[in-house]
Nanobody, 122 residues
Framework: QVQLAESGGELVQAGGSLRLSCAASGGTFSRYVMGWFRQAPGKEREFVAAIRWNIPYYADSAKGRFTISRDNAKNTVYLQMNSLKPEDTAVYYC?????????????????WGQGTQVTVSS
């Protein structure tokens, strides 16, 4: 069983930056595929970024602006978000799975955090 706890979400102006963190416990962190998803009001939850071993995957909306990374010594995955836009406003969720090959699909993840709110003002 893996527990995930996101942090770092807050209100930021358009063009600003945020770094989200997701601390994991209860498993061998380095073996897990870690993903970030987000859900805006009235919309479906969507893929943002994922990292399997040290290989990153990004949604088109995140490419060039967001960077996913992991620190296996700290059991933490990060999402550095730059050049934020109002359309990035959402609850951001961290997800983990040991065996998934569906790294861009939320159905591929067994473990989820509670989410952290990111609000980008225009």
């Amino acid at each position: 069983q893996v527990q995930l706890a996101e942090s770092g979400g807050e209100l930021v102006q358009a063009g600003g930056s945020l770094r989200l963190s997701c601390a994991a416990s209860g498993g061998t962190f380095s073996r897990y595929v870690m993903g970030w998803f987000r859900q805006a009001p009235g919309k479906e939850r969507e893929f943002v970024a994922a990292i399997r071993w040290n290989i990153p995957y990004y949604a088109d909306s995140a490419k060039g602006r967001f960077t996913i990374s992991r620190d296996n010594a700290k059991n933490t995955v990060y999402l550095q978000m730059n050049s934020l836009k109002p359309e990035d406003t959402a609850v951001y969720y961290c997800a983990a799975d040991l065996f998934t090959t569906l790294v861009t699909d939320q159905k591929g993840y067994d473990y989820w955090g509670q989410g952290t709110q990111v609000t980008v003002s225009s």
